[in-house]
């Protein structure tokens, strides 16, 4: 099967509960049903972030594959980097079914998992027999259990882990499904996990580039705080952004089911927070661009607004595998008609 003949199948699922649906689609991807991308990516896409060399700048966000059972067939699709997670120390189930809700007038989700996935054993176990070299860049994104949880003690630990298997590892403190999470990029906080997560970095053989990933939902003064925090603490970029509790107009039925909101409702605001990030951050930090990315224009707005990455999830789920190679594509397309030789040369142009 090609990407192009999975994505036109995906209709059949959209009869399922979006959950279910999920489920039936990375168990597919998993056996390689998806196919492969048989493009080859324009050399204006090759991208150098944190040390590592991308052949395209289009991720797929966590959340997506949280157990990373799918890791190897997604990379195959033609993504730059698949970042998998969220992962806890322990298995947790979540928060109670229905939790995933689509909105299709609105081409949007909106979710409230909890950090539902297996823990860091089977994580690990997975990533062990992954084949190396990877055919792309691999991120490992961490999180807390809802129970029990001690983050100034979890989060180093779970860098420690996956520390050996991840090119680099995101820190999320931002969804918006897990009580108290998202009082963790609070100044003081967020400081002290990141020197614990810096202790523990100093007696690891392998260190990967540290992210932290954080949420649409913070006022503007809140942001300088968190980028000083981050730099003086060895973090090497920042994901902007995770989902919304915002409610901006909806039309769809499911639009007032709790959680997080992600899609095209979160292009507008996530975009104009990463372009504050990038004024406030100066080039001293890398960005990761997410949210409400369906087309190469708005990827490639993200990258202008101070993006030198983008992540996609929303818009595969609905688009299909087809997706990473046509925004590869339409991305180069748009950076060469502008002038630009390299996707670093347009980053940050409109912000």
Do not use: W
């Amino acid at each position: 099967m090609t990407p192009a003949l999975a994505s036109a199948l995906m209709p059949l699922l959209r009869g399922l509960d979006a959950e279910t649906a999920h489920g039936i689609a990375l168990k597919a991807l998993a056996a390689g049903l998806a196919g492969r991308d048989s493009g080859r990516d324009d050399p204006v896409l090759a991208t150098e972030a944190f040390g590592l060399s991308f052949r395209n700048p289009i991720g797929l966000a966590a959340g997506f594959d949280k157990d990373a059972v799918a890791v190897l067939p997604l990379m195959r699709l033609g993504f730059g980097f698949v970042e998998a997670g969220t992962v806890t120390p322990r298995p947790q189930p979540g928060n109670p079914r229905p939790r995933l809700f689509r909105l299709v007038e609105d081409a949007a989700v909106i979710n409230r998992m909890g950090f539902n996935n297996g823990g860091l054993d089977g994580y690990l176990a997975r990533l062990r027999d992954l084949p190396r070299p990877l055919p792309a860049v691999f991120g490992a994104n961490v999180g807390i259990n809802k129970d029990g949880a001690e983050p100034e003690r979890d989060y180093p630990a779970l860098y420690a882990a996956v520390a050996p298997f991840a090119d680099y590892v995101t820190v999320n403190i931002s969804s918006p499904n897990t009580p108290g999470l998202r009082d963790l990029q609070g100044e003081e906080r967020l400081a002290a996990i990141l020197d614990a997560i810096a202790a523990r970095r100093a007696s690891l053989p392998r260190t990967p580039p540290l992210l932290v990933k954080i949420a649409p939902d913070l006022a503007d003064d809140a942001l300088g705080p968190i980028v000083n925090t981050c730099l003086t603490r060895g973090v090497a970029g920042l994901i902007v952004s995770n989902t919304t509790i915002a409610r901006p107009p909806l039309k769809s039925a499911h639009a007032r089911e709790a959680g997080g909101l992600s899609g095209a409702p979160l292009f507008g605001p996530s975009t104009e927070m990463l372009r504050k990030v990038f004024r406030i951050a100066r080039g001293r930090l890398v960005l990761i661009g997410v949210g409400g990315i369906a087309t190469a224009e708005q990827a490639y707005a993200k990258i202008r607004a101070g993006a030198s990455l983008v992540q996609l999830y929303t818009g595969f789920a609905y688009a299909g595998p087809v997706l990473p190679r046509r925004l590869a594509d339409g991305l180069a397309a748009l950076l060469k008609r502008d002038g630009f030789t390299s996707v670093a040369d347009a980053v940050g142009k409109d912000a």
